[in-house]
């Protein structure tokens, strides 16, 4: 795509978001080093970033210790989960307006995890030359709540296709989420610490509230309607 004929708007953008900011002590927190450079050098001077940095573990300890106003992170760091961190984050700082930017956008089960958890705002890395973390910052230093508008058709798309007849609990999405990940029930049982009969009543369980035909019939639906998320691949050995 060529940006250029965006140039002036995305400056204009730009210089918005600075005032948005204007005062906020700032966390940045994100695995793409080039982006957070990038909003680093954006945010300042109007707010005053307190850490940058591209791990979970660093951004625990910079909330901690700086006790910021705002904390901008991704969901891909160098280490850990960045959804994970901020619904932990924000649960043990309520008042902190935590904004998510989100690469992985078919995670739609952290995703909706996230917004339960109170997270401030979701936005979608590839819609930051749309204007859209404009409109989140302008959202979410007013104290509302924003979700990038592709985000919304995705889960309303999920709502469409419908759900299961009754509530997974958090250890059904749990063997749900390693039976899509292709684990059969011994290694299940050994990663949740359970023993075989309780992997196979869970797995009984799950077939009757999708309901499934099987096991893989169910981790198909689990995807289809958002309720896990795809599986990571592998590294390459």
């Not at 280490?79 to 904004?99: C, F, H, S, W, Y």
């Not at 995703?111 to 958890?117: D, E, P, T, Y």
Request: aromatic share 2%; hydrophobic share 45%.
């Amino acid at each position: 795509m060529d940006f250029t004929p965006l140039l002036a708007e995305l400056e204009a953008n730009a210089h918005r978001s600075r005032e948005l900011l204007r005062g906020t002590r700032l966390v940045l927190c994100l695995g793409n080093r080039a982006l957070l450079t990038l909003l680093a050098q954006q945010a300042r001077p109007s707010a005053r970033v307190l850490a940058a940095n591209t791990t979970a573990q660093e951004a625990v300890a910079a909330v901690a210790s700086d006790k910021p106003d705002m904390l901008l992170i991704s969901d891909v760091l160098e280490e850990g989960d960045g959804i994970e961190t901020a619904i932990a984050l924000k649960a043990r700082n309520p008042d902190l307006r935590v904004l998510l930017l989100i690469n992985r956008q078919h995670r739609l089960h952290a995703l909706r995890r996230a917004i339960a958890g109170d997270c401030d705002g979701l936005v979608l890395e590839s819609s930051f030359g749309s204007g859209a973390l404009l409109a989140a910052l302008h959202v979410v230093s007013g104290g509302g709540i924003y979700v990038d508008k592709p985000l919304r058709r995705e889960f309303r798309r999920g709502h469409e296709r419908g759900g299961p007849r009754q509530v997974l609990s958090e250890r059904e999405l749990q063997v749900l989420s390693l039976v899509a990940a292709g684990e059969t029930n011994g290694e299940i049982g050994g990663k949740l610490f359970l023993s075989p009969d309780t992997v196979k009543t869970h797995l009984s369980n799950l077939l009757d509230k999708l309901p499934a035909r099987d096991r893989t019939h169910a981790a198909v639906l689990g995807l289809r309607w958002g309720l896990i998320d795809w599986p990571e691949a592998e590294p390459c050995r």
